[in-house]
């Protein structure tokens, strides 16, 4: 098996490609320990000393390494070798039940704006977010109200110094072009 790694631009993140499907249907995020529990090779990433987070997409895993002095020289093959034993055990990605859930409950919005919240998520799903997979990461809605769009950052986006550009001059000026009413994008 061989697994391709990309940086991100997210110094503190990496992109392992391990050349198939990790997650079919929907992300999984876990910044803890305790939340990798609900995948069996996000416990095994988290066993990896210097792993803080752990993000999984379609075909590839970002991998955030801890903020206490540990070095991708030390971290990197380690998970490498998680990661391919993972894959070659047969074992589930996650356990039943396991994935993130983007339910319509976790969104907020006045029923009024119903339009413009549906045109805010067709650009976040065609324009948006396959770009920041590329980056190893993920930005999902959450809410609109009076003019600010708020959206959450995953994976590789998620702390990553160059988020806040991205929203800024990206993301809330392409829904600026679209969408004269947005006036500011905020991250959750």
């Keep these: 098996?061989?697994?391709?790694?990309?940086?991100?631009?997210?110094?503190?993140?990496?992109?392992?490609?391990p050349g198939r499907v990790v997650l079919s249907e929907s992300t999984f995020e876990a910044r803890d320990a305790e939340a990798a529990t609900r995948s069996?090779?996000?416990?095994?990433?988290?066993?990896?000393?210097?792993?803080?987070?752990?993000?999984?997409?379609?075909?590839?895993?970002?991998?955030?390494?801890?903020e206490d002095g540990s070095?991708?020289?030390?971290?990197?093959?380690?998970?490498?070798?998680?990661?391919?034993?993972?894959?070659?055990?047969?074992?589930?990605?996650?356990?039943e039940g396991g994935h993130d859930a983007d339910e319509p409950g976790d969104e907020f919005y006045d029923e009024a704006d119903h339009d413009t919240v549906v045109t805010i998520k067709d650009l976040l799903e065609t324009r948006v977010r396959p770009a920041v997979a590329g980056d190893g990461g993920d930005i999902t809605f959450r809410g609109y109200k009076e003019g600010v769009v708020y959206l959450e950052m995953k994976g590789a986006?998620?702390?990553?110094?160059?988020?806040?550009?991205?929203?800024?001059?990206?993301?809330?000026?392409l829904f600026r072009h679209f969408l004269p009413e947005v006036r500011e994008v905020q991250a959750i």
Aim: aromatic share 10%.
């Design 40 to 66: 069996p090779l996000a416990s095994a990433l988290f066993a990896v000393p210097g792993v803080s987070g752990v993000y999984f997409g379609h075909d590839f895993i970002s991998v955030t390494k801890a």
């Design 157 to 173: 986006c998620s702390g990553c110094p160059s988020s806040t550009a991205t929203l800024r001059h990206g993301v809330q000026n």
């Design 1 to 17: 098996m061989f697994i391709q790694t990309e940086a991100t631009p997210n110094p503190a993140t990496l992109k392992f490609l």
């Design 71 to 95: 070095e991708w020289a030390q971290v990197k093959p380690a998970v490498l070798g998680a990661i391919m034993e993972h894959f070659q055990s047969g074992a589930p990605v996650m356990v």
